[in-house]
């Protein structure tokens, strides 16, 4: 069974950063495209960003040159690097795994407010 464990959310000042990491299990890992999602309030879900298992990687453009998504095989985690964040990007954020099916993370809050 494949299970995704999101971490590092939180509450931060509009400028500042944080990291989020998600850990998978039960999946054949090197050969997932892995993703991060947010959903705001009333608002759908979004696509932020995405890395291939070759490590190509793709980002909604409005955190283009702010965020940074990377992974590590050995480790089976992917990891979401958010710098000058702004109150928009509050949300929920959702760690997505794509190994033939959709697998989702539980979600971490982002907050961004002073």
């Known amino acids: 069974q494949a299970q995704l464990v999101e971490s590092g959310g939180g509450l931060v000042q509009p400028g500042g950063s944080l990291r989020l990491s998600c850990a998978a299990s039960?999946?054949?890992?090197?050969?997932?495209?892995m993703g991060w999602y947010r959903q705001a309030p009333g608002k759908q879900r979004e696509l932020v960003a995405r890395?291939?298992?070759?490590?190509?990687?793709n980002y909604a453009d409005s955190v283009k040159g702010r965020f940074t998504i990377s992974r590590d095989d050995a480790k089976n985690t992917v990891a979401l690097q958010m710098n000058s964040l702004k109150p928009e990007d509050t949300a929920v954020y959702y760690c997505?795994?794509?190994?033939?099916?959709?697998?989702w993370g539980q979600g971490t809050q982002v907050t961004v407010s002073l």
């Open positions: 890395i291939t298992s070759g490590g190509s990687t």
């Open positions: 039960g999946v054949i890992f090197r050969f997932c495209a």
């Open positions: 997505n795994s794509k190994c033939g099916s959709d697998y």
